[in-house]
């Protein structure tokens, strides 16, 4: 059996097993990326998750008809956590890339407002023209707005435009460390329920 963080949900990842109620699994097919293996279904034992209100039965046939996951309390809490912490910083991380290379907008000194590309390639881009220009730039040197528009611009522009590009990406890694260090010093040791949502909660 498998668990996945994204969806909250159980999954089937055997067949034939000797279970009379199977109702609460999801179908094998939908198994998301992120799924762990919470239960050995030949060693018939919790690997990562114990029921703490339900019980197992080996003879007969293993039953887990109304499994609750909202009920169940990690067999060990401190690695359950640690798995749902490495989850939610993937997770910071992904929305930091994405926040700070979101196009900026900018009125140039020629009073020209537009939105410009801030990705990793654009602000190397800057940083090259300003160690290249050599504090000069041609009168007919121009910047490529996010729309393809070339854009006229002086020294200054190019140096406002960097430094806007810059700033976004220093606040967006502050508050990405700010958050990662949040969801590392998560300590619940509750139900599989109260640990997700401890960590879940701290979120871009």
């Known amino acids: 059996m498998l668990y996945s963080p994204s969806t909250n949900l159980f999954y089937n990842d055997s067949v034939g097993l ?7 699994l ?3 097919t939908e198994i998301p990326s992120d799924a762990f293996l919470v239960y050995n279904w030949d060693a018939r034992q919790a690997i990562y998750l114990t029921p703490s209100e339900y019980s197992y039965s080996f003879n007969p046939p293993l039953t887990m008809g109304g499994f609750g996951v909202l009920s169940i309390t ?3 809490p401190s690695y359950f956590l640690s798995i749902m912490q490495a989850n939610q910083c993937a997770i910071i991380e992904a929305n930091y890339q994405i926040a700070k290379t979101k196009p900026v907008t900018y009125t140039s000194v020629g009073g020209i407002t537009q939105t410009y590309p801030a990705s990793d390639i654009a602000a190397n881009y800057l940083q090259a ?7 000069q730039l041609s009168s007919d040197f121009f910047w490529q707005a996010e729309d393809k528009t070339p854009v006229p611009f002086t020294l ?12 976004q990406g220093l606040a967006a890694f502050a508050k990405a460390q700010l958050l990662k260090n949040q969801v590392s010093e998560v300590n619940n040791t509750g139900t599989v329920q109260e640990i997700i949502n401890a960590v879940q909660s701290i979120a871009w």
């Open 18 to 24: 000797d279970v009379t109620d199977l109702s609460y």
């Open 26 to 28: 999801t179908d094998t």
């Open 74 to 76: 990690p067999k060990n």
């Open 129 to 135: 023209t300003l160690i290249g220009s050599s504090g």
């Open 156 to 167: 200054t522009d190019v140096q406002n435009l960097a430094k806007l590009v810059y700033d």
